[in-house]
């Protein structure tokens, strides 16, 4: 069965980096694209960036570009989301996400991926 897992989150203050996790299982990270969402409190679901499955592309949305990186490890079978120089407004509950579709040269941020993991919190305060 295909499974996403989120790590890595937390309280930081603004200004500072973290580094989510994403762990696969049922699937290797080199079949799929895998996209990167949050959500803050009251808000919609919205994507972050997104890694395609030979991870030689990727695409961030405006909002955190210069910022977050996504990178691939496939001899973990995981997907990073580095950010940087975090804002107040990064506030979220961070998602990755895939699909057994998402397989073309270039990725998007999906909202109609079919395989979510749980979230992880990121919270940045002073």
């Known amino acids: 069965q295909l499974q996403l897992v989120e790590s890595g989150g937390g309280l930081v203050q603004p200004g500072g980096s973290l580094r989510l996790s994403c762990a696969a299982s049922g699937f290797s990270v080199d079949y799929y694209n895998i996209g990167w969402f949050r959500q803050a409190p009251g808000k919609e679901r919205e994507g972050v960036g997104c890694?395609?499955?030979?991870?030689?592309?990727?695409n961030y949305a405006d909002s955190v570009k210069g910022r977050f990186t996504i990178s691939t490890d496939n001899a973990k079978n995981t997907v990073y989301l580095q950010m940087n120089s975090l804002r107040p407004e990064d506030t979220a509950v961070y998602y990755c996400?895939?699909?057994?579709?998402?397989?073309?040269?270039?990725?998007?941020?999906?909202?109609?991926?079919?395989?979510w993991g749980q979230g992880t919190q990121v919270t940045v305060s002073s």
């Open positions: 890694i395609t499955k030979s991870g030689g592309s990727t």
């Open positions: 996400a895939t699909d057994s579709r998402a397989v073309r040269p270039t990725c998007v941020m999906a909202l109609s991926y079919r395989y």
